[in-house]
């Protein structure tokens, strides 16, 4: 992926492109047409997401919590916490998405803290709503 791709996500906007760099090979662009799940609740982990083109919802035991649409980031919070998908996404438009895997976490941290300070931060919020 191109680092000019990431850098149309918020939360990378600021990360200089050296750091990025390290990333960008283990990111993917993955698409999903509109009714799609994305995430299951209560499924595995496994990656993260960020809205590139399109909108989601978020959803929990079937109630809306939330719209997301571009540059907003999706499925950290299982990833920071290790514990299983705490909501389902859904995509309400067709999406394409940055799909970041669970072991760039770590990867990230040495080069990018303030990236996951910013998903900790996010994390934070949305429990707190």
């Given at each position: 992926?191109?680092?000019?791709?990431?850098?149309?996500?918020?939360?990378?906007a600021e990360v200089p492109d050296e750091q990025l760099h390290k990333i960008a090979p283990f990111t993917s662009l993955t698409s999903a047409g509109e009714g799609k799940t994305v995430i299951r609740e209560g499924g595995y982990s496994n990656d993260f997401y960020?809205?590139?083109?399109?909108?989601v919802?978020?959803?929990?035991?079937?109630?809306?919590?939330?719209?997301?649409?571009?540059?907003?980031?999706?499925?950290?919070q299982g990833l920071l916490d290790k514990q299983e998908r705490s909501a389902s996404v859904i995509a309400t438009s067709a999406v394409?998405?940055?799909?970041?895997?669970?072991w760039e976490l770590s990867r990230m941290q040495k080069a990018m803290p303030e990236v996951i300070e910013e998903l900790r931060r996010k994390v934070d919020e949305r429990t707190s709503d």
């Open positions: 992926m191109d680092v000019s791709e990431l850098k149309q996500i918020p939360l990378f960020a809205i590139q083109e399109g909108t919802k978020v959803e929990r035991d079937g109630e809306n919590l939330a719209e997301l649409g571009p540059g907003d980031v999706f499925g950290e394409r998405l940055i799909r970041i895997e669970h």
